[in-house]
């Protein structure tokens, strides 16, 4: 079964707006991992934050982990039209990846 | 620096069919993996080889499903006889090591569908 459940499932927000899509897991993890995937290809690792982690800043984006609550964030700030793909967030435990299901995100120029 | 290469993109075959995908891991990476993303679903793993040895396969089903990375390099991923369930994404990645916050490189997937 998939490790996390994401939220929402979609998001379509105008660009410059910010977008925030959150993450959930069942299982105890390692790190937690941010991939982004444009329509038709692979994906691309964007964030890792550790589970002693409790907030990670690169460039436009935020990642935020509360393994008390099995859950994570990531903000994308002033969004452009060029963010618009799939976001999922992975749990690592050992060293498999665990996949949620994703949130669609659009931008809108 | 060439990333993760896979053919063919695109496959239809008929169900019952065999077919097989191939993936080049990008060059020095020791920790290959194959997944399969169903439509509107996270990517699942389904094998993990550490150079030409099988780390984990414990979600590959093996009754239709097989993968082989003999020279520690290429890698293939068979399916046969192909299921109309089978009809997702196989996407194969690399990483340097199999460490916990090792970086997955991924290859832009063949896309099956089964008809």
């Known amino acids: 079964s998939q490790q996390g459940e994401e939220d929402p499932q979609a998001l379509s927000i105008q660009e410059g707006e910010n977008a925030t899509m959150n993450c959930s897991y069942k299982?105890?993890?390692?790190?937690l991992q941010w991939y982004r995937q444009n329509s038709g290809r692979g994906l691309v690792h964007l964030i890792l934050?550790?589970?002693?982690?409790r907030e990670k800043h690169s460039g436009r984006l935020r990642v935020t982990l509360d393994t008390s609550k099995k859950s994570s964030s990531l903000l994308i700030t002033a969004s452009r039209a060029a963010d618009t793909a799939s976001y999922f967030c992975?749990?690592?435990?050992?060293?498999?990846?665990?996949f949620g299901e994703g949130t669609q995100l659009t931008v809108n120029p | 620096e060439a990333g993760v290469a896979q053919s063919p993109r695109y496959k239809i075959i008929e169900k019952r069919q065999s077919v097989a995908f191939w993936c080049n891991p990008i060059?020095?990476?020791?920790?290959l993996y194959w997944y399969q993303q169903i439509l509107g679903q996270g990517p699942k793993l389904l094998i993990q080889?550490?150079?030409?040895?099988?780390?984990?396969d414990s979600q590959l089903p093996k009754d239709r499903f097989s993968a082989e990375r003999l020279k520690g390099v290429d890698s293939t991923l068979k399916i046969q006889p192909a299921k109309l369930e089978d009809s997702a994404v196989y996407l194969c990645?690399?990483?340097?090591?199999?460490?916990?916050?090792?970086?997955?490189?991924f290859g832009p997937g063949t896309r099956l569908l089964v008809l």
């Open positions: 934050i550790r589970s002693n982690e």
């Open positions: 992975a749990g690592t435990s050992g060293s498999r990846l665990t």
């Open positions: 080889f550490q150079n030409n040895g099988v780390v984990d």
């Open positions: 299982t105890s993890i390692n790190n």
């Open positions: 060059s020095g990476h020791a920790t």
């Open positions: 990645a690399s990483s340097y090591n199999s460490g916990t916050e090792e970086t997955q490189y």
